[in-house]
């Protein structure tokens, strides 16, 4: 999960899920798990949907 959020980090908190996959050199389903669970606990959001384009608003390792 921190390579995820490493990435968010590099890119002011914004990236796409094609970015990531090619960023961490894994595959989508993995990152797509990653993210799942990240948005499923309020982390992210998507800005535009139909291209995954996904904005980091609380980092949680800075609480």
Known sequence: MHDVLD???STDGYATTGY???ELDSTRPTVGKRLD???AAGKIEYVHEPTAFW????DPREE
């Open 37 to 39: 669970k990240l948005h």
């Open 55 to 58: 904005h980091l608003v609380d």
């Open 20 to 22: 990531l996959v090619d």
């Open 7 to 9: 990435v968010f980090a």
